[in-house]
């Protein structure tokens, strides 16, 4: 789950801008939310896996913080059938999820835009004993891998809220996979965007438009970007799906699991048993 960040390492992705204008709501283009994002995940890696990696597991793949893992939800299909089948992770962090699928025997890819999540990928493989994992660096929104080359594509957190053309992504998507195969992505729960992102009651009232889409930027004191995040109404997330090619075959809300207390961010056992934190999207490239 590579791309979760509201974990109080940023500010708060639906406020408003604050006192400095170091965290605000207004236009970033795809230049330089690849800059921003690159610079601000290789800086992070080692501080985000230090925090998180517990919760994460180094070979598993967790769709959101909820805690709901592949194993438990099924998502890409009977583990028994990935056997033998190619993989592709993008946004894949430290390629926890990528870890999980060699496991149950499928060929894998992880990939990330930045270097310094790959070195943590690659440190993490090389203090466990591990064969290391095959990484590539790489834009989402421009695979380098040739058409129908993997039989699912899958990121948990990852790519789809930091990029400024996710659609781009999902075509992207669509083209790598062979007919007849998955993506499944999961990202924040666009209806999260309405609320602060606080854990406690006072993320529990609605104080942004849903329907704003424009992007949360952190920038420096020269005012140029350093974090960016793009918002997506649901069904702007069912249109880029169906406009990229691929058919949905389940949105999945995950609930908050009894005895799961853990807090992360605005993730909380208080919202999470009130209104939906995470969204995944199932879809499959018709054969």
């Not at 109080?8 to 605000?24: I, K, R, W, Y």
């Not at 894949?92 to 930045?114: I, P």
């Not at 058919?247 to 809300?253: A, G």
Request: aromatic letters at 10%; proline letters at 7%; charged letters at 25%.
């Amino acid at each position: 789950m590579a791309g979760v960040v509201h974990n109080g390492a940023v500010p708060d992705p639906q406020s408003p801008e604050d006192d400095q204008g170091l965290a605000l709501r207004r236009d970033a283009d795809a230049a330089e939310t690849v800059h921003a994002n690159r610079t601000w995940w290789d800086a992070q890696a080692p501080d985000y896996y230090a925090e998180h990696g517990g919760f994460l597991g180094d070979d598993d793949l967790v769709w959101g913080p909820e805690g709901w893992s592949e194993e438990l939800l099924g998502l890409l299909g009977p583990a028994a059938d990935l056997r033998d089948r190619d993989l592709l992770e993008i946004g894949g962090g430290a390629a926890q999820g990528c870890r999980w699928a060699r496991s149950v025997g499928a060929r894998v890819v992880s990939s990330d835009l930045s270097a310094g999540m790959l070195r943590q990928a690659r440190a993490i493989d090389h203090s466990r004993g591990w064969a290391p994992m095959p990484l590539v660096q790489c834009d989402g929104a421009a695979l380098p891998f040739a058409d129908a080359s993997f039989d699912a594509v899958f990121t948990a957190y990852g790519v789809i809220p930091f990029v400024a053309d996710s659609a781009a992504v999902l075509r992207e998507v669509c083209r790598v996979l062979r007919p007849g195969g998955r993506c499944v992505f999961s990202c924040t729960h666009p209806f999260r965007w309405a609320f602060p992102d606080e854990p406690g009651p006072e993320g529990l009232t609605v104080r942004f438009s849903y329907f704003d889409r424009t992007p949360y930027v952190e920038q420096g004191g020269d005012g140029r970007a350093t974090y960016a995040e793009h918002h997506r109404t649901v069904g702007d997330r069912v249109r880029e799906v169906v406009a990229a090619g691929l058919t949905i075959v389940d949105l999945v809300e995950p609930t908050w699991p009894d005895g799961h207390e853990q807090e992360w961010g605005g993730w909380s056992p208080l919202r999470g048993r009130l209104v939906p934190g995470t969204l995944i999207v199932v879809a499959d490239k018709p054969g």
